[in-house]
């Protein structure tokens, strides 16, 4: 191999390494309104977003600089005074000598000559003696592009004029000092469109040109680059400074939203391995272990798979399938409707839970398997009342009624309930619960063995667990299978991951990944029990999909991770169903999230 290519490779490699850092050093300094003139509210919509660069091509006509992007659309209400010059002037004012409130923030005007440089720039000046507040203001930075004097001609304007930097120039030390950013045309330089990532001959050829302005303690931007997300990412990753876009309010909501779209894991873990020895037979089953992540679907999965640096239980799993989640009145699910498909094999209204879509009780599976002599416990990281665990126990019109829903615990057949606090503990309720003898605890850890039957309202269970949550979930886990399994008719257990569905909700990537990662080894620790068993059938399928996730970017050798939303609610996209034991065949394919109860019934060999 060449030397040449042995660099090239090597550049590439450490390029690799270091880019998953590169997102979190982007904020709305580094956007670029390109041909800002063109908005429909020019200056305003860019200075408002915050961007750090606003670009204004000038005309001279008349001894006035006329802002347009061709002289035919030249307009008598439009020059670089009222556009630009007045309003950064004012905000001056108005910000005690700074263009923006925070003192921190810079603006750089970009002023691209369209005609002869010397007329063009000497009216320049002549106007801009008229605002010593900009010229005189650290904060501003007026770049020159476009039509623009030799390097040796820069020292003849005044300091405050710096210019735009070519790549292919070498500049000696005074005239470096007077280039304000390097610029350079993409199309020239690669043909990528955006789409993808660049080729590596294309990628060095940019990050060539990046080091290269880098190096001179420049900035860079690429004029005629994609306006997209995933150019944006792109760019970003090869460290481009300047982000051109014509869409601002897109690349703004982009920016901000960085932080809570990008997430590096710090805690990988081995998963478990299965020995598949009773997967996929078909024989009747004594337990079934129903895990629901809510709100989560493939790219929710990958994300965590990612983020685990290409390890996850779920994905062990040989067997899966599609479950379509809409409800009987609406596209988009809730989680109310969502879980009673599963608890009872009818689809209800949104809010609907137990119920049918009149309204009327129907049978769940806690109830049916008890008539068998088999046993069931739930368990979840949210309030106890909250659609996905009552949808197994109770019977609503309204998933938000939270004391008549746990009051209907204390007639469920359900052994065991255990989550996070609820407005639904009333004095009243309690009271029924000492009637129907369940032993209620305030605390996970203070329940030292199961007898009766038993509620745990623990505040621990809600909280997050990048928030202290620890091995709650897990230790739920045991404490219940502890007791369930000692049923010799077998058992159900409903396993809900509630805030996974908060990450994509509040469109943060950190949450989801971290509460789907926890609620991944409590599935390895039912594929473990499965395989010890051998009469347990596993199942993993969220209610529902939340937050529209995109996932642009990521390195399953670092362990990181970078997404977009598209909403803060549900949506229609199928959710992804795992098995794992015996009968986990029947759950590929595309199904009604219905055929998840069905599909219970018959592996327990339960007419329905």
């Known amino acids: 191999m060449k030397l040449s290519k042995i660099v090239a490779v090597a550049a590439l490699a450490v390029f690799s390494e270091n880019q998953a850092q590169n997102y979190l050093n982007y904020n709305l300094g580094n956007a670029h309104s390109h041909n800002d003139y063109m908005q429909e509210i020019p200056f305003w919509q860019a200075y408002y977003a915050n961007f750090g660069s606003i670009e204004a091509d000038v005309f001279l006509v008349k001894g006035k600089l006329w802002v347009a992007h061709t002289e035919k659309e030249l307009s008598a209400d439009r020059t670089l005074e009222n556009l630009y010059l007045d309003n950064i002037s004012k905000q001056i004012k108005l910000n005690n000598g700074n263009i923006y409130p925070d003192a921190g923030k810079k603006l750089q005007l970009l002023i691209d000559i369209k005609q002869d440089y010397k007329t063009s720039l000497a009216a320049l000046v002549s106007t801009l003696k008229n605002y010593p507040e900009i010229t005189g203001n650290s904060g501003i930075k007026i770049v020159i592009t476009g039509g623009k004097p030799q390097p040796s001609e820069f020292n003849n304007y005044p300091d405050y004029l710096f210019f735009d930097g070519d790549l292919e120039k070498n500049y000696e030390a005074d005239q470096l000092k007077r280039i304000g950013m390097f610029s350079a045309d993409l199309p020239a330089l690669v043909k990528w469109n955006g789409k993808g990532i660049p080729r590596d001959e294309e990628t060095l050829k940019i990050k060539s040109a990046v080091n290269k302005a880098h190096m001179q303690h420049k900035p860079v931007r690429f004029y005629g680059a994609p306006d997209f997300p995933n150019a944006w990412v792109n760019l970003m990753d090869l460290g481009v400074d300047y982000i051109n876009t014509d869409h601002i309010p897109d690349l703004k909501k982009f920016i901000n939203a960085i932080p809570k779209n990008f997430y590096k894991n710090t805690k990988e873990y081995a998963t478990y391995t299965p020995t598949y020895q009773s997967d996929g037979i078909e024989k009747k089953v004594k337990n079934v272990i129903l895990l629901i992540p809510d709100g989560t679907s493939l790219p929710q999965y990958y994300a965590a798979f990612t983020a685990n640096k290409g390890k996850l239980n779920v994905f062990n799993m040989k067997s899966t399938g599609l479950s379509k989640t809409n409800s009987s009145n609406a596209y988009i699910t809730d989680s109310a409707p969502g879980s009673t498909a599963f608890a009872t094999g009818v689809k209800t209204k949104n809010t609907f ?31 106890v009342t909250d659609a996905t665990p009552a949808d197994f126990y109770a019977h609503s019109d309204n998933r938000n009624s939270s004391e008549p829903i746990l ?15 609820t407005s639904g503990l009333s004095q009243e309720n309690i009271q029924k619960f000492k009637e129907a003898k369940i032993d209620l605890y305030q605390d996970l850890k203070s329940v030292p063995k199961i007898n009766n039957r038993t509620l745990v309202i623990d505040p621990l269970a809600s909280q997050r667990i990048t928030s202290g949550r620890g091995n709650w979930l897990a230790d739920a886990f045991d404490l219940t299978l502890n007791d369930l399994k000692n049923n010799k008719k077998g058992f159900f257990m409903m396993i809900e991951a509630s805030q996974t569905d908060g990450g994509g909700h509040s469109n943060n990537i950190e949450q989801l990944v971290t509460e789907l990662l926890d609620f991944d080894h409590v599935v390895g620790k039912a594929m473990k029990f499965a395989d010890e068993n051998k009469e347990t059938l596993v199942i993993v399928v969220g209610d529902h999909e939340t937050g529209g996730l995109t996932l642009l970017d990521g390195s399953l050798k670092e362990g990181w991770v970078f997404g977009n939303f598209s909403t803060n609610d549900h949506t229609s996209i199928p959710s992804s169903v795992f098995a794992y034991g015996p009968n986990s065949k029947e759950f590929t394919g595309l199904f009604e999230n219905t055929e998840i109860f069905n599909k219970i019934l018959a592996a327990y060999g339960i007419q329905k």
């Not at 599976?365 to 739930?378: H, N, R, V, Y």
């Open 407 to 421: 009051k209907d615990f204390a007639a469920s057949k359900t052994k065991i309930l255990i989550g996070g606090p």
């Open 353 to 383: 839970v137990g119920v049918d879509h009149m309204g009327k009780a129907l049978a769940q599976i806690p109830d049916i398997i008890a008539e068998k002599g088999m046993t069931s416990g739930l368990i979840s990281t949210g309030d």
